[in-house]
């Protein structure tokens, strides 16, 4: 037994790693290069909200068949990131969180989901922030902590998504990131970051991001301010869209003013189709690097609202031409340079949290915060029970054993996850398997409106949060059937 201990410890200390990267300044920081690190990143959330089913033991990242061969197709693309939304904490997350791992890709954890006691609502908050919704947030925080590739936490998801939920919302979301941070500082051995994740809707994005950023006079390290501050991003849309039109500069000036991080948690306008991401370049060009820390394009698998890379039928993954559009997008990008810039060094000191810094009529300025809530103390003080803890561990076959077809049909025979060394994370041209390209009839670069959906103005903005406002009554329509 003794003998058999020792061998798993031992081989656990020689699994290679990702680079744990820090947050300094307004960059995220590789210790080991000194260099400013972009996310090149994917939303990841198989199945759609219906993809995170506690009661079936299903999540995102339960699977290994499926991390393996969706982490090999992301490799090949240079993605080096991937947000997971639903987590379930009690389920192992071990072979997958180690795949990515392997491959090169960081986890950017929501530690909230659609359902009931999962989330602060935009809706009421103080009805949702009770001790066991802590519990189940502090639970996804220990279940990631000990990978290290977990980059950050989000501590909430477009909760105020309009001026109507910035009345009340505000000082719940500076809460949760308070008592998570304390948890992480008192029971978690690396200080993983915490960030949120804003709804892009500018009458509330200034103020949100100022309310979130701020620090309260006299507090250097107030532990209520986020970490990171994202935003999910559909403004720029169509190939004739610029830096310009799109608003990308209006953001990137407006962001040249921040305390922390700043990346988008989600990206990739489909209105018109086909998208042919132009603004990655923009995003991974000169103007925006210095700001921004790149972005998260939403989304992996092809659902209902058509932000698909790749569909999937039962267990047979066909590629489509947005991931191929992307791929060559991609492939274009000096990865090695983008990677290798040096942080702004910026002494960064954030806003004093007062009143005044708030200017929207409406939105919430005052600074006091709610309370933890009765009996949620202890669970800080003294660590949840159960704990779950996850590990790396060995992942033994590199090679996709799932069906994975390129957009013509063809069953690709050569796919795998590419294990990098010590130290690594992914980018374009580390995995070389041949994934297909764009067909032809779909390939052009110019026009653009094919049509699909003239609706330009709001679809893409209401997109997520219109997914959490038909999720969050099923949710509670399934616990109370
Ligand atoms: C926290 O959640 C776990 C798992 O559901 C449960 O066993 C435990 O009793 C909960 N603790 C509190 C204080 O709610
Ligand atoms: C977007 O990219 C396509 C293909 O490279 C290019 O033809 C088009 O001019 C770009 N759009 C703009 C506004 O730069
Ligand atoms: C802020 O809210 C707290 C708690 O609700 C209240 O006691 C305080 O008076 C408020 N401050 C201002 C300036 O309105
Ligand atoms: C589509 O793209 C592929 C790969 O970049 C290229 O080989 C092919 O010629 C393009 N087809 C058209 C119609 O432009």
Redesign the pocket.
Known sequence: MLFKSLVVALAATLVTAVPSLEVKGTDFVNPDTGKKFQIVGIAYQPGGSAGYDPKTGKDPLSHADTCLRDAALMQVIGVNTIRVYNLDPYINHDECASIFNAAGIYMIIDVNSPLVGEAITSFEPWTSYYAAYLNHTFAVVEAFSNYPNTLLYFSGNEVINNLDSAKDVPPYLRAVTRDIKNYIKKNIKRAIPVGYSAADVRDVLWDTWNYMQCAEKGEDDDMSRVDIFALNSYSWCG????YESSTFKELTDKFKATSVPVFFSEYGCNTPQPR?W?ETLAIYGDKMTPVFSGGVVYQWTEEENNYGLVEVKDDTLTIMDDYNRLKARWAGIDWKTVQAQSPSNKKASPPECESNLILEKGFHSNFTLPDLPPKAQGLIDNGIKPKPSGKIVKVSDYNVKLTVKDKSGKTLSDLKVVPLKDDEFNWAGKNKAETGSASNSDNS??GGDNGKSKDKDSAAFLSRPMMWAVALPLAVMMIFA
């Open positions: 190939p004739k869209a610029t042919y132009n670069t110019g």
